[in-house]
Antibody, heavy 117, light 111 residues
């Protein structure tokens, strides 16, 4: 069974940093691309970042230069380093496994990031 | 502002069929057959319902179907049931550097 468990969310001040992690199990993590997708309170889904098995990366314009996605295939772990956080980054952040057809076929339960003074 | 346009809400009575539209451009929906649909119940993570425009993952009811014409994709729910009441999001691969775009979501209400 595929399992994705996010951690690392919390309250941070504007301008601060936070590192999210996602522990993956139930599939061959090293062979699969992964996504971070977020959802602001009461709002829709927003794709944030994508990483291939070989660590090629893509970012939404809204986070480019501030967020860094990475993975540790030996530890089956996905990470998102978030710097220079803004109030607009407040959201539930989901880790999602990429399916075979540019979709997200399994999602974690999400971790809440709140940026506020 | 979302890159894909969906109606804010759609409603129907139990047993009826409803269709949710999702309009993009030739750089996303119109250019690729990588359209997916997600169902999200309140407080829950999204669930993949349709991938590659019209394919259902294992375990998804055949009451859910997808299609595409030009720059517009559609999700149809037939035989509407109370458990179908949720938010639905479309997504597409895009040729832009951002890779993926979502719609703003459609709230489905079962009357």
């Amino acid at each position: 069974e595929v399992r994705l468990v996010e951690s690392g969310g919390g309250l941070v001040q504007p301008g601060g940093s936070l590192r999210l992690s996602c522990a993956a199990s139930g599939f061959t993590f090293s062979s699969v691309s992964m996504n971070w997708i977020r959802q602001a309170p009461g709002k829709g889904l927003e794709w944030v970042s994508y990483i291939t098995p070989s660590s090629s990366t893509y970012y939404a314009e809204s986070v480019k230069g501030r967020f860094t996605i990475s993975r540790d295939n030996a530890k089956n772990s996905l990470n998102l380093q978030m710097n220079s956080l803004e109030a607009e980054d407040t959201a539930v952040y989901y880790c999602a496994k990429e399916g075979p057809s540019a979709d997200s076929d399994h999602w974690g339960q999400g971790t809440l990031v709140t940026v506020s003074s | 502002q979302s890159a894909l346009t969906q109606p804010a809400s759609v409603s129907g009575s139990p047993g009826q069929s409803i269709t949710i539209s999702c309009t993009g451009t030739s750089s996303d929906i119109g250019g690729y057959n990588y359209v997916s649909w997600y169902q999200q119940h309140p407080g829950k993570a999204p669930k993949l319902m349709i991938y590659e425009v019209s394919n259902r993952p294992s375990g998804v009811s055949n009451r859910f179907s997808g299609s595409k014409s030009g720059n517009t994709a559609s999700l149809t729910i037939s035989g509407l049931q109370a458990e179908d009441e949720a938010d639905y999001y479309c997504s597409s691969y895009t040729s832009s550097s951002t890779r993926y775009v979502f719609g703003a979501g459609t709230e489905v209400t079962v009357l």
